[in-house]
């Protein structure tokens, strides 16, 4: 039996979760609503997360363990719905990558070469003021369901990896004047953002799912949650005859049971981390982990 506590300190969340053999006994989050125009910083919660973890296993004298994030991510994921073996599509407010695992490492087939989807769709919020509760992509979305005239935009894929700074600067240039002489709504802007960017990300997936003869495809992040890009990923898999995995907004944002589920699994596979080593590392590859615990 092995009871493990994670604490998640990322962008503008804080979450504590706990795991007993794969169950999920308590995750609650707690989310800082920045002003609409804002966005959270990063350093702060990283640190202090950090801070508490390693007082509480120096208090109750237990193990610590050092989880990469998105590794909780992938691992939240898997334990959630029950994929096995997926191609996984990572999308979040800081990372977009395409990751097979092969050989005690989880690959990165391919990723963005700039920023972020999440940090895009974020960004884009900005320009048109939208709310940042509960969040600024789910306002993206929830406009997106109205919009009807679609803006072609900027289409960056290159071979495997993907682009969105350019297309971000040429919407954030167009917008305004577009709004103003009434041919888009910011309703149609929202859903040219997401038809473009979510094609990008399935093609990509696509592709890595040839490459790795696989059956099955898990999306996990913060973007995971949104019901668009499930649904056009659904519909690629189902061309391909695979499933489609994907997890609701309890376990696609940021959360503390991923990495206590990460750090069980790790645990139980013989890797704790020395006290020392135990700070933030801001650019750990996900690549970089040696997956002890999966054959």
């Not at 707690?30 to 910083?41: A, C, E, H, S, V």
């Not at 519909?235 to 609701?248: F, N, P, Q, S, V």
Request: proline share 4%.
């Amino acid at each position: 039996m092995v009871i493990a506590i994670g604490f998640e300190g990322s962008a503008n969340k804080l979450g504590v979760g706990i795991i007993k053999d794969g169950i999920v006994l308590s995750n609650p989050r707690d989310t800082y609503i920045t002003p609409p125009g804002q966005g959270p910083g990063m350093g702060a919660p990283l640190v202090s997360s950090a801070l508490v973890a390693r007082t509480v296993a120096q208090l109750w004298n237990k193990p610590i363990v050092a989880v990469n994030h998105c590794i909780g991510h992938i691992e939240m994921g898997r334990l959630v719905t029950g994929a096995v073996n997926p191609t996984v599509l990572y999308v979040s407010g800081g990372n977009t990558q395409v990751i097979a695992y092969l050989q005690k490492r989880y690959r990165i087939f391919g990723e963005t070469i700039d920023i972020a989807v999440g940090n895009c769709l974020d960004r884009f919020a900005r320009v048109l003021k939208l709310s940042n509760d509960p969040s600024p992509g789910y306002n993206i979305e929830q406009l997106a369901k109205k919009g009807t005239k679609f803006l072609e935009l900027p289409y960056a894929v290159k071979g495997m990896d993907v682009s969105f700074s350019g297309l971000l600067s040429y919407i954030e240039e167009k917008a305004p004047d577009l709004m103003e002489r009434g041919e888009y709504t910011a309703e149609d802007l929202c859903f040219s953002l997401q038809e473009t960017v979510f094609a990008m990300l399935i093609e990509i997936t696509e592709r890595a799912m040839a490459h790795c003869g696989s059956q099955e495809v898990l999306i996990v992040g913060g973007v995971g949650c949104n019901e668009r890009l499930q649904e056009m990923m659904a519909i690629m898999a189902k061309e391909r005859g695979a499933t489609l995995y994907a997890t609701d907004e309890r376990f696609c944002i940021d959360n503390g049971a991923m990495i206590a589920q990460a750090g069980a699994l790790m645990y139980q596979s013989g890797q704790t981390t020395p006290l020392e080593q135990t700070t933030c590392t801001q650019r750990f590859r996900t690549d970089e982990v040696e997956v002890t615990w999966r054959d």
